[in-house]
């Protein structure tokens, strides 16, 4: 079984800064693109940033500028720093993961499975 655990959200003065995080475990082989999503009460749940094995990066353009994704691949872990938080960054934000899980078997002899994984999630509250 594979989990991604987030960590790092609280609550924040406007003009403040977090760094959230997203760690991975299990029988993990290999992890492809990761994002972080956001949803605020009331609203669906958007992308903010994604980042592929490579370090290609790609950002809403409501955070461009102020945040920063980026990831640890020996550690399976990513990153989101957010920087100049407003309120309107006031939400629940999920880390998503491709991840290639490792099913059974060894050598050549070893399958392999595709997942889209989520996690629980972390608040992230901007307020005075």
């Known amino acids: 079984q594979v989990q991604l655990v987030e960590s790092g959200g609280g609550l924040v003065q406007p003009g403040g800064s977090l760094r959230l995080s997203c760690a991975a475990s299990?029988?993990?082989?290999?992890?492809?693109?990761t994002g972080w999503y956001r949803q605020a009460p009331g609203k669906e749940r958007d992308l903010v940033a994604s980042?592929?094995?490579?370090?290609?990066?790609n950002y809403a353009d409501s955070v461009k500028g102020r945040f920063t994704i980026s990831r640890d691949n020996a550690d399976n872990t990513v990153y989101l720093q957010m920087n100049s938080l407003e309120p309107e960054d006031t939400a629940v934000y999920y880390c998503?993961?491709?991840?290639?899980?490792?099913?059974?078997?060894?050598?050549?002899?070893?399958?392999?499975?595709?997942?889209?994984?989520w996690g629980q999630g972390t608040l992230v509250t901007v307020s005075s």
């Open positions: 299990g029988s993990i082989f290999r992890i492809d693109a």
């Open positions: 980042i592929t094995r490579g370090g290609s990066t």
């Open positions: 998503n993961a491709d991840i290639l899980t490792v099913v059974g078997g060894i050598g050549r002899g070893t399958t392999y499975r595709r997942l889209e994984v």
